[in-house]
C-alpha cells in the first residue's frame, strides 16, 4: 500500500514507523515545514501530487492536563482545523480508506465505565481538557458521515486509551501522566530528594497503554480493514491508580523515597477505562505489561533526553 502517515514524527507516528509490517509498504509521512495540515489549500495540493491508498492520521496537538488547561483555544482550533483538512482533502482526492487516531477523551466526564462507542455525546466532556475532545469529536463525526453519503468511502476511528511510550513527551509542562512521572521520579532519584509529590489523591484510575502495541493494532487495522468496526476503542481492559503508577516507575528507575499528595491540585474524572469489547470480538490484544513498557520508555528517556 502507499500510506499517507501525518503525524510522523510524533509517538504515535514514529512507533507505527517502527513497526516490522512498515517495511512492506511505501509510508509518506511529511513533516510540518513539508505539509502544513492547518492549510487546506496545502493539503490538497499533497493529494495532488501524491496518489494515495489510505490515510492513517495520527497527528494532532497534544498535552497532558496542564497543557490542555493553559491553552484550550490551541488544543480546539489546531486539532479541529488539522482533522477537518486532512479528511476532506482526501475525501475530495477520491482515496477510499482512512484510519482517524481519536481518542478517550469523547467520552463523557460521567459515563459509566468501561466507556463503549455508543456513548459520545451522551454526556458533558471533562472541563479540563473539553477544547480537545470537541476537537476530536467533530473529526469523528465528519468521518462517519462521509460514509453515510457514500458507502464506498472507509473512513474508520481508533479510539485509544492514554498512550505512552519512545518518542513520548517528557517535559511535565506538556506531557501525559507517566512519561511526566518518569521525569519526575528520575530527577528525584539524581538528586537524592527527599520526597515525590503527587497531584490529589493519587486513588483516580487512569488506563496507558504501550505505544508499541497501539502501532501494532494500527497495522493489523490497515490489513483488516474491511472487518474494522467504523468506530473502536484500544485499550487494554483494565486499569490502574495514579499512586500504582507512581510505585511501578519508582521500582523501575530505583526510587525509593516516599510520595506526598498536593491536594488543592486536580485529578480529572475519577476513572476512564474503555470497552474492549468490540476489539476482543475483531481478534487483537496489547502485548506489553506495564513494568515492561515503562522500562522501555525509561531506557529512551536515558538514551536520548
Same mark, same amino acid.
Given at each position: 500500500m502507499k500510506i499517507?502517515?501525518?503525524?510522523?514524527?510524533?509517538?504515535?507516528?514514529?512507533?507505527?514507523?517502527?513497526? *516490522?509490517?512498515a517495511n512492506d509498504h511505501e509510508i509518506l509521512a511529511p513533516t510540518s515545514?513539508?505539509?502544513n495540515l492547518?492549510?487546506?489549500?496545502s493539503v490538497t495540493h499533497y493529494f495532488k501530487a501524491n496518489p494515495i491508498d489510505i490515510v492513517v492520521h495520527a497527528a494532532g496537538r497534544v498535552g497532558g492536563i496542564q497543557a490542555n488547561m493553559r491553552e484550550p483555544v490551541s488544543f480546539l482550533v489546531e486539532n479541529m482545523d488539522i482533522g477537518r483538512n486532512i479528511v476532506l482533502a482526501a475525501h475530495q482526492a477520491g482515496v477510499k480508506n482512512l484510519l482517524n487516531l481519536s481518542s478517550s477523551c469523547m467520552y463523557p466526564r460521567?459515563?459509566?465505565? *468501561?466507556?463503549?462507542?455508543?456513548?459520545?455525546?451522551?454526556?458533558?466532556?471533562? *472541563?479540563?481538557?473539553?477544547?480537545?475532545?470537541? =476537537?476530536?469529536?467533530?473529526?469523528?463525526?465528519?468521518?462517519?458521515?462521509?460514509m453515510r453519503e457514500d458507502a464506498s468511502f472507509r473512513y474508520k476511528t481508533l479510539i485509544p486509551c492514554n498512550i505512552y511510550g519512545p518518542y513520548d513527551k517528557f517535559d511535565p509542562a506538556h506531557s501525559h501522566l507517566l512519561p511526566?512521572?518518569?521525569?519526575?521520579?528520575?530527577?528525584?532519584?539524581?538528586?537524592?530528594?527527599?520526597?515525590?509529590?503527587?497531584?490529589?489523591?493519587?486513588?483516580?484510575r487512569r488506563?496507558?497503554?504501550?505505544?508499541?502495541?497501539?502501532?501494532?493494532?494500527?497495522?493489523?487495522?490497515?490489513?483488516?480493514?474491511?472487518?474494522? *468496526?467504523?468506530?473502536?476503542?484500544v485499550g487494554l481492559g483494565f486499569d490502574f491508580s495514579i499512586l500504582d503508577y507512581y510505585k511501578a516507575v519508582a521500582d523501575v528507575v530505583g526510587y525509593s523515597g516516599p510520595f506526598t499528595h498536593d491536594l488543592t491540585k486536580p485529578e480529572g474524572i475519577a476513572q476512564k477505562l474503555v470497552s474492549v469489547e468490540k476489539?476482543?470480538?475483531?481478534?487483537?490484544? =496489547?502485548? =506489553?505489561?506495564?513494568?515492561?513498557?515503562?522500562?522501555?520508555?525509561y531506557k529512551f528517556y536515558l538514551e536520548n533526553l
Open positions: 499517507l502517515l501525518t503525524g510522523g514524527r510524533g509517538m504515535v507516528g514514529r512507533n507505527f514507523l517502527e513497526h *516490522p509490517s515545514t513539508e505539509l492547518c492549510n487546506f489549500e460521567n459515563a459509566p465505565n *468501561p466507556l463503549q462507542e455508543d456513548m459520545v455525546l451522551n454526556g458533558e466532556l471533562e *472541563p479540563t481538557n473539553e477544547g480537545y475532545a470537541l =476537537a476530536k469529536i467533530m473529526v469523528a463525526k465528519l468521518c462517519e458521515y462521509i511526566a512521572v518518569i521525569h519526575k521520579i528520575h530527577q528525584a532519584k539524581i538528586s537524592n530528594a527527599d520526597e515525590v509529590e503527587i497531584w490529589g489523591t493519587g486513588n483516580v488506563e496507558f497503554m504501550y505505544a508499541g502495541d497501539l502501532a501494532d493494532c494500527m497495522w493489523k487495522a490497515l490489513t483488516d480493514f474491511s472487518a474494522l *468496526p467504523s468506530m473502536m476503542n476489539l476482543d470480538k475483531w481478534g487483537w490484544r =496489547a502485548s =506489553a505489561s506495564l513494568t515492561e513498557g515503562i522500562a522501555k520508555t
